[in-house]
């Protein structure tokens, strides 16, 4: 038996409910109090958004064309029709005619037509035009007669047409838009990707208010694109095109300039075109217009309308080019790029000119990020996983890029502006190298920090060698700074010896894991972090005999050997060309018995631990929860010698591609002998070399560390 239930409430508290509902409980609302029914279909059918792909959507036009009342709740009436053509395609769009009529609430209407459908165009036409409704937005193909549907729709400020290009603005909206206070949007893209970068402006006849106001109201337009497949988010556009029939104020032409950079906030190219040139260009002399920090490129156009395909240049910035540059991935392998904004290094790109296109290497963040759940379903032994994983080194990470490069610039009729710039960080100057060996004909310039890779070893034993007494240093120094730290360290290897510690996430607080904390050695403040953590840990033994969540979770997130397993597995594979790894750093650190807890403990009290660097052992497979699932594979990865060279000397050495490097003296990571070593093997290669940064320079003193890059990259010799 169906229970209805009823709810004692005030009648003019029931839309106050409703509007607290998600569109699911909507659905069922009528269920409490048939009261509730009117207010739940109004805010269910306020928005009605169709992508013809999904089927279960496509009924809503069935409804619409048949019930005038909620036809008559429609305020926001999205359609998109997919690629493949379905059979039910031309009975939406006469359901939609059919509804028409009754659609008198209808403010904002965005529609997507396949070419098989522009023959339903002319019907689309005449129920605009007809007055049902009036549209304050209307985004639709530019097939769509809009001389015509401006006869009918007096209270529209945004027009928007999907997939304009430089030449295809209708002349009839052109002409329509002359004379009306009306906001004209194009929207198109430069590359295959889903995303709407470019932005084609027509606004015409703003006043001082809709200028300041004009981020807000092109905003409400934006806000609702989520119902397209194709993104038009506002921080998304890159390059815009405005173009003025007649040229407004000073005053109200720098608000509208205003509000565009509060909206398009990473806006890298802005195209002027304007009617009476000459006469605004000798204003704007007198008193300069203050254009966006972002633009790095700028063009003043003569313009008039129907001359979209004939404009003429009359002033530009001096980079006349937009520089594209990628930024290879820094931290690894295995590690993904972190969110950059316009702070640091990335805003010192910005700043400079360059465009930069930011990508996770295979196996990483949004590059279908490798964990043992992802490893595709046909691969089910330790032999076979290994045999997967050797396909996410350097060579198919540069594949990868090519295949990118390829997407975004082969439609540059320039052969020089279809290659690109890239910025090698750390591991990425192991992949910048890689690019120089086997695609060199895809760079324009490689930048490198702290990335002079040894290309000349065939296995990583003599990376270790040679950066175990850089580490020895490194501890010398943090003990120097800190010397009761010394008595602490080993309190706490004494106690972790004696008992089971586990964090949060399951991984055992080995000795081997404590000495993991001295990784952060070679970054800028990395032994005060340490310290801090060391304090933290003997504090906690101090008063309550163990140690507490929180510091166990602080240690937890020193280490991100969990969530990115590829920063182990394949840490000393990259170094490998022939030759298997057998545990390199294992092998090099039994030589050192300061690093051996077994041996300082036997020791004197004024006896320090040393703590570990980059250094991927055997026994971590044990203790760290992330890392057990692959512990069979990392044995057999490091047993392996059927390794494909990453470097091709030859083609190094005859290097026509500049290449700038920024080189740490004191790098705790990369050896700088080693260092030099390869510079000399590599033609056309600059350095700047100092000791004043760390491994990290580019993080911490990005004007710098960029500026020199670029002063390389410019330096002409006498």
């Known amino acids: ?91 939406i769009v006469e359901k939609l005619l059919t509804a028409g009529p009754a659609l008198k609430n209808l403010r904002d209407f965005r529609i997507q037509l396949r070419d098989d459908l522009r023959n339903e165009v002319d019907g689309l036409n005449d129920m605009l035009r007809a007055g049902h409704f009036h549209l304050n937005t209307l985004f639709s193909d530019n097939d769509f007669d809009f001389d015509m549907i401006l006869e009918g729709q007096n209270d529209l400020t945004v027009i928007g047409i999907f997939q304009v290009s430089d030449g295809d603005a209708p002349e009839s909206l052109l002409k329509s838009v002359e004379g009306r206070s009306l906001l004209t949007v194009g929207l198109t893209r430069e590359t295959y990707l889903p995303v709407y970068n470019y932005i084609y402006m027509v606004p015409e006849l703003l006043s001082l208010e809709q200028a300041q106001k004009f981020d807000i109201i092109l905003g409400q337009a934006f806000e609702d694109d989520a119902m397209f497949a194709v993104s038009v988010k506002a921080e998304r556009v890159t390059c815009a095109f405005v173009y003025f029939q007649n040229v407004p104020s000073k005053e109200i032409f720098e608000a509208f300039i205003a509000a565009a950079s509060r909206i398009f906030v ?59 540059a990628h930024y290879i991935p820094s931290c690894g392998p295995g590690y993904e790029i972190p969110f950059r904004g316009r702070s ?4 010192e790109l910005y700043k400079n000119g360059y465009q930069v296109l930011w990508i996770d290497q295979r196996g990483t963040g949004l590059s279908t990020a490798l964990s043992p759940d992802t490893v595709p379903s046909h691969i089910q032994t330790p032999r076979e996983t290994a045999d997967y994983i050797k396909h996410f080194l350097a060579r198919n990470i540069v594949r990868d890029c090519e295949a990118i490069r390829h997407i975004l610039l082969d439609n540059r009729p320039n052969e020089e502006d279809r290659k690109w710039t890239i910025l090698g960080q750390s591991w990425g100057g192991w992949l910048s ?20 890779a040894p290309i000349a070893l065939n296995e990583p034993g003599e990376v270790y060698k ?36 586990v964090l949060p996430n399951g991984t055992t607080l080995s000795i081997t894991v404590l000495q993991l904390l001295g990784m952060s050695f070679g970054a800028k403040g990395g032994i005060d972090n340490v310290h801090q953590i060391i304090f933290r840990v003997a504090q906690d033994l101090e008063i309550f005999g163990k140690l507490s969540y929180k510091t166990l979770h602080m240690i937890e997130q020193e280490h991100g050997f969990d969530g990115n397993p590829l920063y182990a597995i394949l840490q000393e594979p990259i170094y490998c060309q022939g030759a298997p790894a057998r545990w390199a750093a294992k092998r090099a650190f039994e030589s050192e018995p300061q690093f051996s807890w077994n041996h300082v403990k036997s020791l004197s009290d004024s006896e320090p631990l040393y703590l570990l660097g980059e250094t ?43 290449v700038s490097a920024v080189t740490y ?27 004043q940064h760390g491994h990290d320079g580019l993080r911490q003193d990005a004007s710098d560390v960029i500026g020199k890059l670029i002063q390389l990259s410019k330096r002409e010799y006498d």
């Not at 992330?626 to 190094?652: C, M, S, Y």
């Open 1 to 91: 038996m169906k229970t209805t239930y009823q709810a004692n409430l005030p009648p003019e508290l029931n839309g106050e409910i409703a509007a607290f509902c998600s569109g699911e409980y909507l659905r069922h609302l009528a269920l409490v109090n048939k009261e509730f029914q009117a207010h739940a279909e109004k805010l269910l059918y306020a928005r009605v958004a169709v992508r013809t792909e999904q089927e279960w959507r496509v009924g809503a036009f069935e409804t619409l064309a048949t019930n005038a009342t909620k036809a008559g709740y429609v305020k926001f009436l999205s359609l998109e029709f997919s690629r493949e053509k379905r059979p039910t395609d031309s009975a």
């Open 266 to 324: 990473n806006l890298c190219e802005l195209e002027m075109n304007l009617g009476c040139i000459g006469d605004t260009l000798e204003a704007w002399r007198k008193a300069p217009v203050s254009w966006p920090e972002t633009i790095s490129k700028l063009e003043i156009r003569d313009w008039s309308p129907g001359d979209f395909g004939s404009r003429k240049r009359r002033d530009e910035s001096p980079d006349t080019n937009v520089k594209l």
């Open 344 to 347: 640091g290094f990335a805003g």
């Open 433 to 452: 190298l890689t690019y120089l060996s086997f695609h060199p004909e895809g760079l324009k310039e490689v930048w490198l920090t702290g990335g002079l």
């Open 466 to 501: 040679r950066l175990i007494p850089r580490l020895a240093k490194r501890n010398a120094i943090y003990y120097q700074k800190y010397p009761a730290d010394i008595a602490r360290i080993r309190k706490i290897a004494a106690y972790l010896d004696s008992n089971d510690v």
């Open 616 to 658: 991927m052992l055997p026994e971590m497979y044990d203790s760290f929860a992330g890392l057990r699932p692959w512990k069979e594979v990392a044995h057999i990865l490091a047993e392996d010698d059927n390794w494909t060279p990453p470097f091709d000397l030859e083609q190094l050495a005859k290097n026509e591609v500049k």
């Open 665 to 691: 003296y004191d790098d705790m990571y990369v050896d700088f002998d080693l260092a030099q070593d390869t510079a000399r093997r590599v033609k056309n290669i600059e350095q700047y070399i100092t000791n």
